[in-house]
């Protein structure tokens, strides 16, 4: 008997959207203006490969920002490169009645998926506005480089300390330091591969992170004898820190010569046997006249907290518009738990707990996330006893 079969077979797949976590927002110079058809002020693009971003800008630019961002991308970065013209643009000098500024745009996390913001040039003005914007966005983290003209440890830690970006007041009148969501950084260090260059040592922080997050969750602090290692060997720093520094750049409390409000710098020392390596894992967050240290004070829990707002984020995109029902709920805890239990097996949190908060409003979900943090050790307390004897317990 004559048969026909006809088989439909699918083997296709749910696709899941691939998010950008770790970009660096970078703002350099290009030798490609504008006049030549090449870009303008302002003009930002995402990078991911070293060939597409030095035809774009141009392979003659010159710049920290842009020599930075060919390195990082080379180490497998991902690169939001803004283009300025002098550092006049990164300060908003001469701005016009009703302009937004350099940095506004990029307070837009519904445009643009960054986790750091990075500057080719530094100042006091310019650092401010780029915690400013990382703290509007609350999900980035502005790596601010103490120029080079502070070489002493005094004058590293007058420097942070006057930084003032203020506050941001959320939609719910939540209102937040700012200064959490930066992190400082000193001094200037050279590579034995390029002896000619003096990089920021913001730039040692992120070839670290670029490298070690290969291994390690970005919630485990990217300084020490692990994963403080920059791929490329460090020669020299423009200051050499010790002990004695890093005491006052990155006191615990306050007491003598520091004073509450004390902000923190990260540092590039030169450690026994490990040589020069990233030695600091705070941010800006002013120190607590009666609490000392708090969970905002370091900079890989900021990282983990980042990564939990974008969670979040991504979530409330991907359910607006559906019913409000408790089927919803249920979507959104199930959406948001896997990063927390891979935090909590991972050593990032102890436990958490997720909230459903009663609201007044129509057409809201109302959420709070409970976190109980892990930071990354510090101080050691240790003890040689000598005694007559020793009672050994099994």
């Not at 409000?324 to 805890?333: K, P």
Request: aromatic residues 10%.
């Amino acid at each position: 008997m004559p048969r026909i079969d006809i088989k439909e077979l699918d083997t296709t797949s749910v696709s899941e959207p691939v998010y950008n976590d770790f970009v660096i927002l970078i703002a350099g110079l290009s030798a490609n203006t504008a006049e030549s058809g090449g870009p303008k002020l302002g003009f930002t693009k995402l990078y991911e490969d070293v060939t597409t971003f030095t035809t774009d800008i141009g392979a003659a630019t010159t710049g920290l920002g842009f020599k930075m961002a060919k390195k990082l991308l080379g180490l497998g970065m991902k690169v939001q490169y803004v283009v300025y013209k002098t550092k006049n643009d990164l300060e908003d000098v001469g701005l016009e009645s009703g302009g937004v500024g350099f940095w506004v745009p990029f307070e837009d996390k519904g445009i643009y998926d960054i986790r750091f913001i990075v500057a080719g040039e530094t100042s006091k003005t310019i650092a401010e506005k780029m915690i400013k914007t990382a703290a509007e966005r609350g999900d980035a983290i502005a790596l601010i480089d103490v120029p080079a003209t502070e070489n002493t440890v005094s004058k590293i830690d007058t420097w942070t300390k006057a930084l003032s970006a203020g506050t941001v007041t959320r939609k719910n009148g939540a209102i937040e330091d700012a200064h959490k969501y930066g992190a400082a950084f000193s001094p200037y260090i050279k590579f034995k591969s390029d002896l000619l260059t003096a990089y920021p040592s913001v730039y040692a922080y992120l070839s670290c992170f670029a490298t070690h997050i290969k291994r390690f969750p970005e919630w485990f602090a990217m300084a020490g004898s692990v994963r403080g290692v920059t791929p490329e060997l460090i020669s020299s720093v423009s200051v050499e820190l010790g002990d004695a520094a890093n005491a006052i750049l990155q006191a615990r409390e306050v007491g003598g010569s520091i004073t509450a409000g004390h902000k923190a710098t990260n540092t590039i020392c030169n450690i026994r046997p490990y040589g020069y390596i990233v030695w600091g894992n705070r941010t800006l967050s002013p120190l607590d006249a009666t609490k000392g240290l708090t969970a905002s004070s370091f900079l890989n829990i900021r990282q983990l907290c980042c990564s939990i707002k974008k969670e979040l984020y991504r979530a409330a995109r991907k359910f607006t518009f559906e019913p409000n029902s408790d089927v919803l709920w249920v979507n959104f805890e199930n959406a948001i738990k896997p990063l927390l239990e891979k935090m909590k097996s991972g050593q990032g949190i102890k436990g958490y707990k997720i909230v459903k908060e009663v609201v007044s409003g129509k057409a809201i979900l109302k959420a709070r996330v409970r976190i109980i943090p892990i930071e990354a050790v510090e101080d050691f307390d240790l003890t040689v006893e000598m005694t007559d004897s020793i009672e050994v317990s099994e």
